[in-house]
């Protein structure tokens, strides 16, 4: 049972055979299944000649990186997998000819016969929702780069200090960038800070908030301009 070689012309036209009505080798998601047949092949199946193993073979390869955390038992061979009966032998010409034999047993095929609209939209139904999945897990974060201004109360407040106290703030998704010293008139420093925060987990008006709980030094904050990244 199982695929018997994967490596001449009759082992790919099984496999071909095989992924006629299947996204994968086995279920409906990458497994050690997949993984062991695709490292069985060496080298990409024709397109022209193999439709359905190419196009699962080059779905898998965008797996590659992640071979080895993909479920299954990566100790099975790839001959464990496949049809039950296998028809298809290491050497082609060994296989039986049998000219009676009804065409919906025939493991090879023909070229000619025209895949069930259901069955390709269902396929492609669940690579497109297993393609999205992907994309969702590898999309980075949202950011933004902030520019803050830090007014203090007059020209006498330590300046030192009130950067200190704004930089203790620590915030998941908070990174303080470089701040400097801007005249505003009368002798009077305003503190202008860069800082880059992810969206989704900072809010500007409560970071802001939390710096002027400093009341013994900060005025008032503004955000001087802000841009995603």
Same mark, same amino acid.
């Not at 000219?99 to 070229?111: A, N, Q, V, Y």
């Not at 990174?175 to 002798?187: A, D, E, R, S």
């Not at 800070?193 to 002027?212: G, P, R, T």
């Given at each position: %049972?199982? @695929?018997?070689? +994967? +490596?001449?012309?009759?082992g790919l036209t099984m496999l071909n055979s095989w992924l006629t009505t299947r996204s994968y080798i086995t279920g409906y998601g990458p497994s050690q299944a997949d993984v062991a047949s695709f490292k069985a092949i060496k080298e990409q199946p024709n397109p022209a000649k193999y439709a359905h193993a190419y196009r699962w073979y080059k779905h898998m390869s965008t797996y590659q990186s992640e071979f080895s955390? +993909?479920?299954?038992?990566?100790?099975?061979?790839?001959?464990?997998?496949g049809p039950e009966k296998s028809e298809a032998t290491l050497n082609p010409k060994d296989a039986p000819n049998d000219e009676e034999e009804e065409e919906d047993d025939d493991l090879f095929g023909s070229d000619e016969e025209e895949e069930d609209p259901e069955t390709v939209r269902i396929r492609e139904e669940r690579l497109a929702a297993y393609k999205k999945k992907k994309e969702g897990k590898e999309k980075p974060a949202a950011k933004s780069l902030v520019t803050l201004d830090v007014k203090p109360w007059d020209d006498e407040t330590? %300046? *030192?200090?009130?950067?200190?106290? %704004?930089?203790?703030?620590? %915030?998941d998704g908070l990174t303080w960038g470089k701040g400097?010293?801007?005249?505003?008139? @009368?002798g009077? *420093?305003? +503190?202008q800070v860069n800082l880059v925060v992810e969206d989704e987990k900072v809010s500007i008006d409560d970071l802001q908030a939390k710096i002027e709980e400093d009341e013994d030094h900060v005025q008032s904050t503004d955000v001087a301009a802000m841009q995603k990244l």
């Amino acid at each position: %049972m199982g @695929f018997a070689d +994967l +490596l001449s012309d009759a082992g790919l036209t099984m496999l071909n055979s095989w992924l006629t009505t299947r996204s994968y080798i086995t279920g409906y998601g990458p497994s050690q299944a997949d993984v062991a047949s695709f490292k069985a092949i060496k080298e990409q199946p024709n397109p022209a000649k193999y439709a359905h193993a190419y196009r699962w073979y080059k779905h898998m390869s965008t797996y590659q990186s992640e071979f080895s955390t +993909l479920p299954g038992d990566p100790s099975k061979a790839y001959t464990t997998y496949g049809p039950e009966k296998s028809e298809a032998t290491l050497n082609p010409k060994d296989a039986p000819n049998d000219e009676e034999e009804e065409e919906d047993d025939d493991l090879f095929g023909s070229d000619e016969e025209e895949e069930d609209p259901e069955t390709v939209r269902i396929r492609e139904e669940r690579l497109a929702a297993y393609k999205k999945k992907k994309e969702g897990k590898e999309k980075p974060a949202a950011k933004s780069l902030v520019t803050l201004d830090v007014k203090p109360w007059d020209d006498e407040t330590d %300046m *030192k200090e009130l950067e200190a106290n %704004m930089r203790s703030i620590e %915030m998941d998704g908070l990174t303080w960038g470089k701040g400097q010293l801007v005249p505003v008139g @009368f002798g009077i *420093k305003k +503190l202008q800070v860069n800082l880059v925060v992810e969206d989704e987990k900072v809010s500007i008006d409560d970071l802001q908030a939390k710096i002027e709980e400093d009341e013994d030094h900060v005025q008032s904050t503004d955000v001087a301009a802000m841009q995603k990244l």
